[in-house]
């Protein structure tokens, strides 16, 4: 079992920053590649970065490219995701989520935190 738990959420302006965090536990974190996904309400859950397990390969959403990144601290057993111009559109429940095959659809991930809340204002 893998435990993650998301912060760093809250309400911004458009065009400013948040980092969130995912702190996990349980299993051996370094053996995970990590992704972040986001809900907006009364949308479907979806890819918003990924990365590999040593932190050397990074997968990003056409939506947040060159705005967000993904990063990992193996040793703080950490993900992060630096969250820059943010726009009212990036408004959604935030979720990190663990998984071992190397894709990041839904399916393809085995552990899920609770998700933190980002709200970006106009």
């Known amino acids: 079992q893998v435990q993650l738990v998301e912060s760093g959420g809250g309400l911004v302006q458009a065009g400013g920053s948040l980092r969130l965090s995912c702190a996990a536990s349980?299993?051996?974190?370094?053996?995970?590649?990590m992704a972040w996904f986001r809900q907006a309400s009364g949308k479907e859950r979806e890819f918003v970065a990924a990365?590999?397990?040593?932190?050397?390969?990074?997968w990003y959403a056409a939506s947040v490219k060159r705005r967000f990144t993904i990063s990992r601290d193996n040793a703080r057993n950490t993900v992060y995701l630096q969250m820059n111009s943010l726009k009212p559109e990036d408004t959604a429940v935030y979720y990190c989520?663990?998984?071992?095959?190397?894709?990041?659809?839904?399916?393809?991930?085995?552990?899920w935190g609770k998700g933190t809340l980002v709200t970006v204002s106009s």
């Open positions: 990365i590999n397990k040593s932190g050397g390969s990074l």
């Open positions: 989520a663990a998984g071992r095959s190397g894709t990041w659809s839904i399916d393809d991930m085995d552990y």
């Open positions: 349980g299993r051996t974190f370094s053996d995970y590649g």
